[in-house]
């Protein structure tokens, strides 16, 4: 049973438009991060949220924390080509508990 | 800062060999590494976390015989799979665990075993 649900799966839109991705927890976790990975390479991370309520900007990415620290969003606006790749968010202790991922490719 | 290799990004090997897969932190000191495993258009698999100095931790179902763990010293771990099989063949990944304290882990690029 996967701790978290990240919705949609799969996500395809025009350059420009804007999407976001969302991720649920049944637990809470310590902290709870979002990764991309492009295909034959190893995640990134992107952001790392602590604090319920926080919100955080990373160019044309923000990252939103539930109050209650169990979901979390990731909002890109604009999409560019290069924002394709695979969203991964995952529950942080003392080891990682990922999601299911949610695929994106941005169309020119 | 917070790089991390591996090699080789790709091997090819019979079956019933064995291949060893490395995993080295090259800024920073990791006293944990993990190992994952990744089959296409799916998440990360937890395989095993890696302490320096002792054994490592398998998850359930992960055969810790055939897949042997070493972490050395605190910026090299090693994933052996022992006689290996086409059902092994997969996209395996290592990371290493920052030292911020938010449980951070910095991702190699991946190596893909193909076993035939």
């Known amino acids: 049973t996967q701790l978290l649900e990240q919705s949609p799966q799969f996500l395809s839109i025009q350059e420009g438009e804007n999407l976001t991705v969302y991720c649920n927890s049944s637990s809470v976790f310590s902290s709870l991060q979002w990764y991309r990975q492009e295909p034959g390479e190893g995640p990134v991370l992107l952001v790392t949220?602590?604090?319920?309520?926080e919100v955080k900007k990373l160019k044309r990415l923000t990252f939103q924390f539930g109050d209650a620290r169990k979901d979390s969003s990731l909002h890109i606006t604009a999409a560019q080509p290069g924002d394709t790749g695979l969203y991964l968010c995952?529950?942080?202790?003392?080891?990682?508990?990922f999601g299911a991922g949610t695929t994106v490719t941005v169309r020119a | 800062g917070a790089v991390v290799s591996q090699h080789p990004s790709w091997v090819i090997c019979k079956s019933g060999t064995s291949v060893k897969i490395e995993c080295r932190s090259l800024d920073f000191q990791a006293t944990t590494m993990f190992w994952y495993r990744q089959f296409p258009k799916q998440s990360l698999m937890l395989m095993a976390t890696?302490?320096?100095?002792?054994?490592?931790?398998?998850e359930q179902g992960v055969e810790k015989d055939k897949f042997l763990i070493n972490h050395a010293s605190l910026t090299l771990s090693t994933l052996t799979v022992t006689s290996a099989h086409p059902e092994d063949s997969s996209f395996y990944i290592c990371?290493?665990?920052?030292?911020?304290?938010?449980?951070?882990?910095?991702f190699g690029p991946g190596t893909r075993l193909t076993v035939t």
């Open positions: 890696s302490n320096e100095g002792s054994k490592a931790t398998y």
């Open positions: 990371s290493a665990q920052g030292t911020s304290g938010r449980y951070e882990q910095y």
């Open positions: 949220v602590v604090t319920g309520g």
């Open positions: 995952a529950g942080a202790d003392y080891k990682l508990s």
